[in-house]
């Protein structure tokens, strides 16, 4: 294996500028060699590297192509990995951009965007082959909490004007409320949640939309419960087909990020095998 033919692309970007676009949303915009990322999806998942407390350098893993592995580094300089979605890439001004919810100092991530100055480093990775984001469909369901807006703000604005469909999306309040833009006939539903560590009400909200009998989509992004009604909702009483569905939990109620992760993947495992 040679360093082109990594899977992941990784280096240290610096903060060139951050701004509270909503009360709970902050945008952090990056500069660095983002050049790596030009094959990389627009809306794909990624990785960030969070430095540790008290330490002002992101200090990445190596790869051993000897043994194929990843080599971290020490403990006490070790980042804090997360999963996000970029939110824009600008090649010429040397631009990467991703949005953070803001949990005020509850979180890694939101602790670091709410800290984060121009100069602060961040780790990132990403796949460093394109995939596709969603299939081409006459009509589509959109669903997410606020961690899923960056992924969905990018899917409506690429869907074609002959598309149609809904979008669900569920914030802490009115003020967290950002206007999207599509040049799809698409229907917008924001639903307030000030609360979401106690309870979703999107799966309320999906039940109440008329399914077409033309070709669907649906994309579902947030909390690991919500996607686990929604999925078995569109999929046993709807009967979606598995490929026109995709459902991916972004966090877990009570639970990290690497603590939710082993059960997500069971999860997700157990539901491929079921055909749920």
């Known amino acids: 294996m040679t360093n082109r033919e990594l899977p992941i692309i990784q280096d240290v970007f610096t903060v060139k500028s951050k701004e509270f676009i909503t009360p709970h949303y902050v945008r952090i915009t990056l500069t660095g060699n983002v050049e790596l990322f030009k094959n990389a999806t627009l809306g794909d998942n990624n990785k960030i590297f969070i430095p540790p407390k008290n330490v002002d350098t992101v200090h990445m893993r190596s790869y051993d192509f000897e043994k194929e592995e990843w080599v971290l580094p020490p403990e006490h ?6 999963t996000y979605t970029h939110r824009a890439i600008d090649l010429t001004k040397k631009e ?15 602790c670091w965007a709410n800290a984060a ?3 602060s480093q961040l780790g990132i990775a990403m796949k ?6 969603y299939p081409e469909k006459d009509w589509y369901l959109l669903v997410g909490d606020a961690t899923a807006i960056p992924v ?3 899917i409506l604005e690429s869907l074609p004007s002959s598309a149609n469909g809904i979008c669900i999306i569920e914030v802490h309040g009115y ?3 950002q206007i999207l833009h599509s040049k799809a006939a698409i229907q917008f539903k924001w639903l307030h949640n000030p609360f979401p560590e106690k309870g979703s009400k999107l799966i309320e909200e999906v039940r109440k939309v008329s399914m077409p009998q033309t070709s669907k989509f649906g994309y579902v992004a947030c909390e690991f419960d919500s996607v686990k009604q929604i999925r078995q909702y569109l999929r046993k009483e709807k009967n979606w087909r598995l490929d026109e569905l995709y459902a991916y939990s972004y966090w877990k109620n009570g639970l990290a990020e690497d603590e939710s992760a082993s059960s997500r993947r069971k999860h997700k495992r157990s539901d491929r095998h079921s055909g749920g």
């Open 175 to 177: 003020e967290d409320e």
């Open 117 to 119: 100055q121009k100069g």
């Open 152 to 154: 969905i703000s990018i």
């Open 96 to 110: 990467l951009v991703i949005d953070f919810v803001n949990h005020g100092l509850n979180g890694p991530a939101s």
């Open 128 to 133: 460093s082959k394109p995939k596709e984001l």
């Open 77 to 82: 300089l070790r980042p804090i990995m997360r």
